[in-house]
């Protein structure tokens, strides 16, 4: 309440700045009133929907899920008010934390994933779902799900959920992304063994009746136990070593009977890069189609792509500094350029943002590799890649079947 009562006194203190009768207040309430003042209303919106929420769950005397973890069970090291422990695995948006939880033989430390949920209806239903099925291949095992003591600090201010996931003891962590921007290119037997491990996780989220919504290198979790790497890296006799791969990014993942049109996710060209065009969402567009299945399955072709051609697609600005920033891959710069001044003009060149504003032409620039870089690679694999984008498999698994099928 006190917060709610802050952020209106807030806004209606930068309202009053822009009083009609004063001189130049039209003037400057066009130039960066406008936006200085909705910044600030929706703030206190955000805000009077969260006591709102508040009030209502006080009124009907709601139940809390048996799924939510109460702070004496479950506890991060070295949690505040201020913000989250842990951090980013590099080149990933995976978040690792370490934490402890109580057992029958003591309290149980470890290391965990954090998936932020903005609804608790929606967080409850997943951890039915991941607590119900023993974690199948390619899903870490769900402890539940908290509620952290900090908050959304950025726009529109929410208040979240936490989903926890537990990681193995033992193992090395990493993105996929960061797999292939740092390791040498491996045989394409190995690639292809990957490619296989990732869609049969794929398949497993579908047959849970889940559909993703942000399958993309950066949000793909690998894991290796220590002795294993170590061994991987001392010796070449254990090159037929494939990780085990783990989906990430749980934040939009919903059942696919409750899919929305709306997948939720930002403009950001990082992701929009990996998304179905009918699925894409701009400040003038909004998608009218329902989430299905055969839109991870485009999604899981761009990925593909970057497995068999092992490249990332979105690369960092400086090889020494993940945290500087990134940029896409000059194999879709060099593509999307080529299509000339008509679809995307050179004056582009650079520009990450405009380079990947206009979803068909992604879409076109994939298909494109598809056909060359990646048939050029194995002319299987192209065709494979191809029917993903197309949309002419109806699920994962009849992509593993046509993987199954390749010649090497």
């Not at 960066?32 to 709102?52: A, E, H, M, P």
């Not at 409850?124 to 199948?136: G, H, I, K, Q």
């Not at 990732?198 to 002795?227: C, D, F, P, W």
């Not at 400086?318 to 000059?330: E, H, M, R, W």
């Amino acid at each position: 309440m006190h917060r709610c009562k802050g952020s209106q006194n807030t806004a209606i203190e930068e309202l009053n700045k822009y009083d009609p009768e004063r001189k130049l207040a039209k003037l400057t309430f066009g130039l960066w009133g406008s936006g200085n003042l909705r910044t600030k209303y929706d703030r206190f919106k955000s805000d009077l929907k969260d006591l709102d929420g508040l009030c209502l769950n006080m009124s009907v005397g709601q139940q809390r899920s048996p799924h939510l973890l109460p702070p004496d069970y479950f506890k991060l090291i070295h949690e505040s008010h201020v913000g989250p422990p842990g951090g980013l695995l590099p080149l990933s948006d995976i978040w690792v934390a370490r934490g402890n939880y109580e057992e029958a033989s003591g309290r149980h430390h470890g290391d965990f994933v954090l998936e932020n949920k903005y609804s608790e209806v929606d967080i409850t239903s997943l951890c039915e779902v991941l607590r119900r099925d023993s974690s199948p291949p390619g899903i870490l095992p769900c402890l539940g799900y908290r509620q952290p003591l900090y908050n959304d600090s950025s726009p529109p201010y929410r208040s979240f959920l936490q989903l926890v996931m537990k990681l193995q003891p033992n193992t090395h962590r990493q993105s996929l992304a960061h797999k292939l921007f740092t390791e040498v290119k491996p045989p394409l037997s190995n690639r292809l063994r990957l490619a296989k491990v990732l869609v049969q996780a794929v398949s497993n989220v579908h047959g849970l009746g889940l559909v993703h919504k942000s399958t993309r290198s950066r949000a793909i979790l690998l894991l290796v136990g220590i002795e294993h790497d170590q061994s991987i890296h001392s010796s070449s006799s254990d090159q037929s070593l494939s990780p085990d791969i783990y989906l990430q990014d749980w934040t939009y993942v919903r059942r696919e009977i409750a899919a929305t049109s709306y997948n939720g996710t930002s403009d950001a060209w990082q992701r929009r890069i990996y998304e179905h065009p009918d699925r894409q969402c701009s400040p003038d567009h909004f998608p009218e189609t329902e989430y299905l299945p055969k839109h991870d399955i485009y999604s899981l072709g761009v990925v593909l792509m970057e497995i068999f051609l092992w490249v990332p697609f979105v690369r960092p600005n400086d090889p020494k500094n993940f945290l500087v920033g990134s940029k896409v891959a000059t194999i879709y710069e060099e593509t999307a350029l080529s299509f000339g001044e008509e679809k995307l003009p050179r004056r582009y060149k650079g520009n990450d943002q405009k380079l990947t504003r206009f979803p068909n032409i992604v879409r076109d620039v994939w298909t494109k590799i598809a056909k060359t870089d990646v048939s050029v690679v194995d002319k299987e694999l192209g065709q494979i890649v191809l029917k993903c984008l197309e949309g002419q498999y109806d699920s994962a698994r009849q992509v593993l079947e046509a993987l199954a099928n390749v010649k090497m």
